[in-house]
């Protein structure tokens, strides 16, 4: 699950070390699990352009994953950081 909330919390940072400093990982740590998610998928989540954005394939993917984290019980906002 932290996988999970990392990728939803990354869109609108400006770069993903932006993204890993608000996270508290390493941004190798962060970049190794988005390439590893979209690879396990096929598909692009995260448009890595300057801020980060979800590509729209990520859109709906990140939605899912965020009903699916509420479902386990995790509040999960749309931006920000939560942990457990």
């Keep these: ?12 940072h400006r770069n993903l070390s932006a993204a890993a400093s608000a996270l508290g990982v390493a941004p190798g740590t962060l970049s ?6 979209e690879r396990t998928i096929g598909f692009a989540i995260i448009n890595r352009a300057q801020p980060l954005a979800p590509t729209e394939a990520g859109h709906a993917f990140l939605s899912e994953a965020r009903h699916l984290l509420r479902l386990l ?3 999960c906002p749309v931006n920000g950081v939560t942990r457990s």
């Design 1 to 12: 699950m932290p996988r999970l909330r990392h990728l939803i919390n990354m869109p609108g």
């Design 73 to 75: 019980g995790g509040a």
């Design 32 to 37: 190794y699990q988005l390439a590893s998610i």
